[in-house]
């Protein structure tokens, strides 16, 4: 079984900054891809950005240039580095990973993007 630990949610005024961290932990054999999706009130959960073993990339349109993902692979650890946040922005964000062709995902951590 594999446990996914997010932190670094918050409330930020519009144009700010946040990091989220997620450490994976457990059964941990091979990690495919590291991640991040999003859920608003009333919608579906989104990608926001996700990170392949090869260190490939992938971003949401509406995120690109001001989101950066990364990873420490030695922590099983993927972060997001949030910047120029607008209120749009504010979701549920849950940590994503793959492993031997199962997803798993953490329990979510609110961002909130308001003044």
């Known amino acids: 079984q594999v446990q996914l630990v997010e932190s670094g949610g918050g409330l930020v005024q519009p144009g700010g900054s946040l990091r989220l961290s997620c450490a994976a932990s457990?059964?941990?054999?091979?990690?495919?891809?590291m991640g991040w999706y999003r859920q608003a009130p009333g919608k579906e959960r989104d990608l926001v950005a996700i990170?392949?073993?090869?260190?490939?990339?992938n971003y949401a349109d509406s995120v690109k240039g001001r989101f950066t993902i990364s990873r420490d692979n030695a922590k099983n650890t993927v972060y997001l580095q949030m910047n120029s946040l607008k209120p749009e922005d504010t979701a549920v964000y849950y940590c994503?990973?793959?492993?031997?062709?199962?997803?798993?995902w953490g329990q979510g951590t609110q961002v909130t993007v308001s003044s």
């Open positions: 990170n392949t073993v090869g260190g490939s990339t």
């Open positions: 994503y990973l793959r492993s031997r062709n199962i997803d798993y």
């Open positions: 457990g059964s941990i054999f091979s990690i495919n891809v």
